[in-house]
């Protein structure tokens, strides 16, 4: 069987021209099947997809902007234009991959994402239970939707690793892209049937508090009330009094909940209950409601989860440290690696990023690896079962390890 190859590439480069030669140089000799592009809000990513569309004809490309900028191992530039790519070559393999575009109506989500998902496995020539991997991005808003119409065409067995795109102020300037162009309303999946070992891991790093109540009145990403009680009223009890301002005029409090989201179980690990966590972004004065970048459903509990910074650092190597068992990979047998990690977690340990890309090598060696910071984060908390969750963390890891072994 004809070998796989990851290589991966990085640019900050001041022009177009030069990010490109400089991502297309990552390649080599190698015959490319397809790639992974992340950029920073400031790239010109038309350009930078034209002009890899010249010097590698019409390769798969899949992507999302990153919050401050994407990295590669410990390369990485704060809010500055750089772009980083992980390019899949060799053979053995085959990867497809589609996009949808515009405004989606609520109803119609779900068929959409179906069409998605049956539009990748057509440019890929592969048949749904042929896929072992998928990459999701997605602009921030119809996710779950997404996701779930797409799930109901893959095969449960599949890994999918996925992150919103994201900015760096929530201005709105995220986009998602493929080959075929970008956009900054839609969504874009990648299919691959990689026939060799893969590990993932999928997960919050955050603690469960003591604080837990029902949710007894939500809609979506709306929460509007816990235990009977206006949600925003039992958050900032729970956050002893942090929220009084915004509860009196309402506001957006992601600085103020990035430590303490609220979790909601979803399984049992050693007897310990694993959170997808939900990230409460504003506050309604008017009925004490949270906005939430994540769904919870009435009937739920949902708990008070804290973490420290120190914590965020060190989540990169537990992630990675966790696909490597659950797969049974050493780091030598691990070809590349792409890490999401929430930007929303990015944001307060900014000036320590290069420290927490430091954690993920810590585990991984010089494995190739590229990280890019997302707005929402998808993957699975529970074996087979994908969802979005917010300041999550999540791993993949490509192997050529005969599944076999």
């Known amino acids: 069987m004809p070998s796989p190859i990851v290589l991966t590439g990085y640019s900050a480069a001041e022009t177009v021209e030069t990010m490109v030669a400089e991502l297309a140089q990552a390649t080599g000799e190698h015959r490319v099947v397809g790639g992974v592009l992340h950029a920073a809000v400031d790239v010109d990513v038309e350009g930078v997809l034209a002009g890899l569309r010249r010097q590698l004809g019409d390769v798969p490309v899949i992507g999302c902007t990153s919050c401050l900028g994407p990295a590669m191992q410990r390369q990485f530039v704060a809010r500055q234009p750089a772009a980083t790519v992980l390019w899949l070559a060799g053979g053995g393999f085959r990867l497809g991959t589609a996009q949808c575009t515009g405004p989606t109506p609520p109803d119609e989500a779900q068929s959409v994402g179906e069409r998605l998902a049956r539009r990748a496995l057509q440019a890929a020539e592969l048949s749904a239970e042929q896929v072992r991997f998928a990459v999701f991005h997605a602009t921030p808003g119809d996710?779950?939707?997404?996701?779930?119409?797409?799930?109901?065409?893959l095969p449960k067995h599949v890994v999918l690793i996925g992150g919103s795109a994201?900015?760096?102020?929530?201005?709105?300037?995220?986009?998602?892209?493929?080959e075929g162009g970008v956009t900054g309303r839609g969504a874009a999946?990648?299919?691959c049937d990689w026939p060799w070992k893969l590990g993932a891991a999928f997960r919050s790093g955050y603690l469960p508090s003591s604080k837990t109540a029902l949710v007894t009145r939500a809609q979506?990403?709306?929460?509007?009330e816990l235990d009977g009680r206006p949600a925003a009223d039992v958050y900032n009890e729970w956050m002893g009094g942090a929220l009084d301002q915004e509860r009196r005029e309402g506001g957006q409090i992601l600085g103020k909940s990035t430590l303490a989201p609220l979790g909601v179980p979803r399984s049992q690990v050693v007897g310990t209950p694993s959170f997808l966590l939900?990230?409460?972004?504003?506050?309604?004065?008017?009925?004490?409601?949270?906005?939430?970048?994540?769904?919870?459903v009435e009937g739920e509990?949902?708990?008070?989860?804290?973490?420290?910074?120190?914590g965020l650092v060190r989540r990169s190597g537990q992630v990675a440290r966790e696909?490597?068992?659950e797969a049974g990979l050493t780091p030598p047998e691990v070809l590349g690696a792409l890490m999401i990690f929430c930007g929303g977690c990015v944001l307060p340990i900014e000036g320590q990023v290069t420290s927490m890309l430091g954690e993920?090598?810590?585990?991984?060696g010089e494995t190739p690896v590229v990280s890019a910071f997302t707005f929402g984060e998808q993957g699975a908390v529970t074996p087979r079962q994908v969802e979005h969750g917010n300041l999550m963390a999540s791993v993949l890891l490509l192997s050529n390890v005969d599944m076999a072994a």
């Open 143 to 153: 996710e779950e939707s997404l996701l779930a119409g797409a799930l109901r065409v």
């Open 278 to 296: 939900a990230h409460p972004e504003r506050v309604s004065a008017a009925d004490g409601s949270l906005t939430l970048f994540a769904s919870v």
């Open 360 to 364: 993920l090598e810590g585990v991984l």
């Open 166 to 178: 994201a900015d760096n102020d929530l201005s709105g300037r995220w986009r998602t892209w493929t």
């Open 323 to 325: 696909a490597l068992t």
């Open 189 to 191: 999946l990648a299919v």
């Open 220 to 224: 979506g990403r709306a929460l509007f």
């Open 301 to 310: 509990r949902v708990t008070l989860m804290h973490c420290t910074e120190r």
